[in-house]
């Protein structure tokens, strides 16, 4: 299956280099750039990509809004949007996660990383990107309001093992490689992140995650396993 890709970036130097990159890969195709939010969401329903490479800043409607936008119509395109950013810290990428972004890169990410990224968002997983993951929404959890209403009722039922599968998606390991280092298959570990999201009642890891240190079940100063 080939993976339709949108590149939506206001630096044509940008564009031009993700779209070698990506056009190398066999199972990749680039139908279209866009060098603003307005024009990539008018390029998304024209195009109907798989992933959208979704910019941050950008003149005119910025990726945030682009991001809100393209994911909050439910008679939209149903693609994913995976948001790049120059910055490790940046409140707009967390907003893009709270507006359903599957994830985000740092640009200076290595181009294998960016491929893996795409495969990952269009099979239907949330990217988190490790080095910065746990800093950008332990930060903006602390900063955004308490949350006002009782915590999700499923919380409590997680099982311990469960648990830990949690923990592992916020250290932004894949399901291949909590497999590994839980010694357990991949479709085990499907079934596991599957029944988390469905007990926290949300729609993607990323989603599991901010639950998880906004509860506190996930401590925001937890050190990794190494």
Do not use: K, Y
């Given at each position: 299956m080939t993976i339709r890709v949108?590149?939506?970036d206001d630096e044509e130097l940008v564009r031009t280099g993700l779209r070698?990159?990506?056009?190398?890969e066999p199972d990749l195709t680039v139908v279209?750039?866009?060098?603003d939010g307005g024009s990539g969401v008018a390029a998304a329903r024209r195009f109907r990509p798989d992933v959208v490479l979704m910019d941050?800043?950008?003149?005119?409607l910025d990726g945030l809004a682009a991001t809100r936008r393209l994911l909050g119509d439910?008679?939209?395109v149903p693609c994913k949007v995976v948001v790049l950013t120059t910055f490790d810290v940046d409140e707009h990428v967390y907003e893009a996660l709270r507006a359903g972004a599957?994830?985000?890169l740092l640009k200076d990410v290595p181009a294998d990383q960016l491929v893996h990224a795409i495969r990952v968002a269009a099979a239907g997983e949330a990217l988190l990107a490790p080095s910065v993951t746990r800093r950008l929404i332990a930060a903006f959890t602390r900063r955004a309001p308490a949350p006002t209403g009782p915590p999700p009722a499923g919380l409590a039922d997680l099982t311990s093992r469960e648990v830990e599968v949690l923990e592992l998606l916020a250290d932004g390991?894949?399901?291949?490689e909590i497999g590994r280092r839980l010694f357990?298959?991949?479709a085990t570990v499907k079934t596991h992140v599957a029944r988390v999201l469905a007990k926290l009642g949300v729609r993607d890891r990323v989603q599991a995650v901010i639950v998880a240190f906004r509860t506190g079940l996930v401590p925001v100063d937890r050190d990794p396993p190494g």
């Open positions: 949108l590149i939506v070698l990159i990506l056009e190398a279209g750039t866009a060098p941050i800043r950008m003149p005119g439910p008679d939209g599957s994830g985000f390991l894949s399901n291949a357990v298959g991949e």
